[in-house]
């Protein structure tokens, strides 16, 4: 048995500590650890996005990075994105959309989602399907996808501007 | 666009939220690899290294001694199944080929092939053990390609299979061979048609094997009980179909396996065979506790199972104006390691969009040393459709004929007869073609080139699927509040919870969102057969309508009691009761008075049509070719789609876009790169599935042209989107460069090669 750890980090605004080994990912100790199962695990080797999280704000493959990285780290995933119980405008976007089949890759998308209108409030259609490049949805075909972040660009916009 | 007069519905034609979306927006679903319990062991399948071996030792001696190891199984631990035939809904399959599918006895048939398996108490230490299983393999010559598999002197891959002949004449019936299945359908006199043509066109098609590429890999848990009940929690395309396969396979009474669907991320047709459940079951025996096994990536593409590669000819017989008179088609498909391809699925689909007087077609079923292949959307009609659609092409240009015109002027409606017997009912196959011609797309101009190396084109082509009939249950119950919940056995994989919902809503004259709808494990509903064959929305759709109508009669009679009048009196309408002297109660008013009068309501519905009346699709593309590189980029798409009667339109649409756009990866980069030591490209980096920055908006036109056998006249919609796509972009490519692709995938360095020669 190989030595485990004390990793301390932030996770959806709240403190949490956790024991892992060193060969564990972030993703591993999510799922099976911490027992937030939202998000996805499609590949393993960083190829199609389902395991999505923020880390320190910046979107990256949970599959990639190893617990022992995130010492005080701040990680967001799906479970953090709805604010008191309230779906966020991506969130919705994706269920007035009809943005998903199976699911399986939504709490990616709406992840990396999150990270793209958080840089870039206005992003073109062109600068959408970009960023989503590393998000493997073989569902949907993509077109609702891309709308649904339309959608919730715009809907985020008007919110500023009436706020 | 709807063709007939269509009824006024109410829910029906809406758009409303999923019923399932909150929880799958929110990361609280839960999937197959979610699940957990307590004391739960992690289990890991040994595969084989190499493409066809025999296994001369296995020795799991160390295996078992490592620490924290709770199981190691072999196919010893399997039940003998000898030469036992079952039938599993698809046809009498081998008993012995299935499981030695899903642990091998004697020899290895394909890299990946499950050779033995271990539990233990966490993934790593159980693949630290799968590493200490000591394998000896004598490796045998692989056969990988279809034709040379079937020449009499290629490498045999299973001692026992001898060719079934379907309609063709038998010729070396008792020998050992790759070749499972030979089929021949034949209509009119080919021969007299082809002499009565002006113009014949000949010519070969090869496509490789490719994946479903569903997102989530399988996995199921499963615990073997001290009572001797099997539980198993897996993704499942059919909860009843994976019941019966694992108890089969283990030999018990469908009724000691009980199967839990938990949430499903993609299937498309590759969630229907069992791999892990009997696995992860027999480990589960032997350690007492609950074991589950997912499947990592490379394993979902090397032991899952794909679409087979074919290679076909076709020959196609055109009279001067431009009528097809006579066509011929030999088509052979890579069954992969055990029988069993859709070759006769492509051969029915071959001609089906034409109304051709003289065809005939011949099939093979192919055994080579790559998975066994499996069910993939609209399973072989997209390789045929691939054929016949570009030859079409060919014949438009030789003649100088629209592609739009040739094909209304040749299109199979109402009576037409297929190659192999069937007449269509009312299709919508000209309507699809009609709403290309129509489209905003078609009539604009063709796309034109930006520079020399940048040449664009225009393409068009068409495809059929059947849709399946099959079974179905729904239950459902009235609710005091005046709701109702509705229980289903067909795993929702793309939003058919609220599809069903619908049609139940809509007969009972309520609103979709007062409909609850659950699906329910293998001991909580009837009977129900897989999601696929695009037959949930329509199948389950009836079961649903008739729970509704039945639910309706009984509110007839609870009314009358309650008004204290004969039961004949009143009837069930637009969402209440009426009775005499214009009595009149609503649906909910009455569902509150109901522990008065009798209690609770419960109806229930069951479904078994035959078949469904079938799926047609138009699609056209314009694409631009890179010709410096032979790279191909999809610069606008439109799909036009017969849908019976769009039940949830987004969700039709939705089906429409996802097939296309496999249809795209098909078609441009998705291929088995194979060689004698298995699959080279088993990561979704390396088999280059489409992401949202190689494809354009998909623009959808829902063609309704109800169908006669759905109280609602609900098509299928699933599958056909995926036939049309690799040939509209053919014929695309052809307009830009000249170039006639004639192989799968069209990859830029294929397309480059040919670039080259011409
Ligand atoms: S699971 Fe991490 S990228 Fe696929
Ligand atoms: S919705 Fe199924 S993979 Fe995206």
Not at chain 1, 122 to 141: H, K, M, Q, V
Not at chain 2, 217 to 238: C, F
Not at chain 2, 728 to 744: D, K, S
Request: charged share 20%; glycine share 10%; net charge negative.
């Amino acid at each position: 048995m190989s030595n485990k750890h004390v990793i301390s980090l932030e996770l959806n605004g709240d403190a949490v500590e956790f024991l892992c080994e060193p060969r564990q990912t972030l993703l591993e100790v999510l799922r099976d650890i911490l027992h937030l199962t939202g998000t996805k695990e499609g590949c393993s080797n960083g190829n199609c996005g389902a395991c999505t999280v923020l880390f320190n704000g910046r979107p990256v493959v949970s599959c990639l990075v190893l617990a022992m990285e995130c010492e005080d780290a701040k990680i967001r995933t799906i479970e953090g994105v709805a604010c008191d119980g309230a779906l966020d405008e991506i969130q919705n976007a994706f269920l007035e959309g009809a943005a998903l089949q199976c699911g399986i890759c939504t709490p990616g998308f709406i992840v990396q989602a999150q990270a793209l209108l958080d840089e870039n409030p206005n992003p073109s259609e062109d600068e959408i399907r970009f960023y989503l490049a590393g998000n493997l949805c073989r569902c949907t075909g993509y077109d609702k996808i891309v709308r649904a972040v339309q959608a919730a660009a715009e809907q985020r916009r008007a919110a500023t501007t009436a706020g | 666009m709807a063709i007939a007069d269509k009824p006024q519905y109410n829910v029906i034609g809406t758009r409303p939220i999923r019923h399932d979306g909150v929880d799958k927006v929110t990361g609280r679903a839960m999937y197959g690899a979610d699940f957990r319990m307590a004391g739960l062991l992690h289990g890991v399948i040994v595969r084989s290294p190499y493409a066809h071996a025999r296994i001369k030792r296995i020795d799991t001696a160390k295996a078992a001694a490592l620490p924290g190891v709770r199981a190691v199984v072999t196919s010893d631990d399997l039940p003998q199944h000898g030469a036992r035939q079952v039938d599993l809904g698809e046809g009498a399959v081998s008993m012995r080929h299935l499981a030695a599918n899903v642990l091998t006895d004697d020899k290895v048939l394909y890299r990946g092939h499950a050779v033995a398996a271990v539990a233990a108490d966490n993934v790593h230490i159980a693949e630290e053990a799968a590493r200490l299983v000591k394998v000896e393999y004598e490796p045998l010559p692989p056969v990988l390609d279809v034709r040379a598999a079937m020449q009499p002197d290629a490498p045999i891959l299973n001692d026992d299979v001898r060719t079934v002949f379907a309609g063709a004449p038998e010729v070396n019936a008792d020998q050992p061979t790759n070749i499972a299945k030979h089929l021949l359908f034949e209509k009119g006199n080919p021969q007299e048609g082809f002499a009565g043509a002006d113009l014949v066109f000949e010519r070969e098609f090869d496509t490789t094997m490719v994946h479903q590429g569903y997102i989530e890999p399988h996995n199921a848990t499963a615990l073997w009980n001290a009572d001797g009940k099997v539980t198993v929690w897996m993704s499942t395309q059919g909860s009843f179909t994976a019941r019966e396969q694992t108890a089969e396979l283990l030999r018990l009474p469908v009724s000691s396996v009980k199967v839990v669907p938990m949430e499903i991320g993609g299937g498309f047709g590759g969630k229907i065979s069992v791999y892990l459940p009997p696995v992860a079951a027999l480990l589960s025996r032997k350690s007492g506790r609950p074991v589950k096994v997912i499947m990592s990536r490379a394993d979902v593409f090397e032991a899952t199972g794909p679409t087979p590669g074919s290679h076909i000819r076709l020959k196609l017989g055109v009279t001067k104006d431009g009528k097809l008179n006579a066509a011929e088609a030999w088509v052979a498909f890579e069954a992969g390691a055990y029988p069993g391809s859709p070759v006769g699925m492509a051969c029915m689909c071959v001609f089906a969009c034409y109304d051709i007087p003289h065809a005939r077609v011949e099939g093979f079923d192919v055994c080579v040393n790559k998975p066994r292949t499996n069910a993939y959307r609209a399973p072989g009609s997209t390789q045929v459709a691939f054929a016949i659609e570009t030859v079409v092409d060919e014949i438009c240009t030789e003649l100088g004929v629209d592609p739009v015109e040739l094909r209304l002027r040749n299109a199979s409606r109402k009576g037409t007869q297929r190659v192999d017997g069937p007449t269509f009912a009312r299709i919508g196959m000209e309507e699809t073609v009609e709403a290309i011609k129509a489209s905003s797309h078609y009539m604009s101009l063709a796309p034109q080139s930006r520079s020399p190396d940048k040449q664009c084109g225009r393409g068009v082509a068409s495809g059929f699927w059947f849709n399946a009939g099959l079974k179905s249950s729904v239950t459902a119950t009235v609710n005091a509040d005046g709701t109702v919940s509705l229980i289903e056995g067909s795993t929702d994989i793309g939003g058919t919870r609220t599809s069903i919902a619908m049609q139940l809503a809509e007969t009972l004259g309520i609103t979709a969102e007062d409909v609850h709808p659950t699906v329910a494990d293998t001991e909580g509903i009837g009977y129900t057969d897989v999601t696929g064959g695009s037959r949930v929305t329509f199948s389950t759709g009836i079961a649903a309508v008739r729970a509704a109508e039945d639910i309706c009669s009984i509110l007839a009679d609870r009314a009358a009691a309650l008004w204290d009048v004969p039961a004949d009196q009143t009837k069930y309408e637009n969402g209440g009761v009426t009775g005499p002297d214009g009595k009149r109660i609503s649906f909910k008013e009455l569902a509150g008075k109901l522990h008065l009068v009798g209690g609770p309501v419960t109806g229930s519905g069951i479904s078994g049509e035959e078949s469904q009346s079938g799926a047609f699709g138009t699609h056209c593309v314009d694409v631009e070719v890179d010709t410096e590189t032979g790279k191909v980029q999809i610069l606008r798409y439109t799909i036009a789609q017969d849908a019976g009667t769009a039940i949830h339109p987004s969700y039709v649409e939705g089906q429409m876009q996802g097939g296309v756009v496999q249809g795209i990866g098909w078609a441009l980069n998705e291929e088995y790169w194979y060689d004698e030591q298995g699959m080279r490209n088993a990561t979704f980096l390396d088999y280059r599935m489409p992401t949202c920055y190689d494809v354009p908006m998909i623009e959808t036109i829902i063609v309704e042209v109800p169908a006669s056998n759905h109280p609602y006249g609900v098509r299928g919609v699933g599958e056909v989107p995926i036939c049309p796509p690799p040939a509209a972009i053919a014929n695309a490519i052809y307009q830009a460069t000249g170039v006639r692709m004639r192989q799968l995938p069209m990859s830029p360095p294929r397309l480059l090669a040919e670039l080259l020669k011409s």
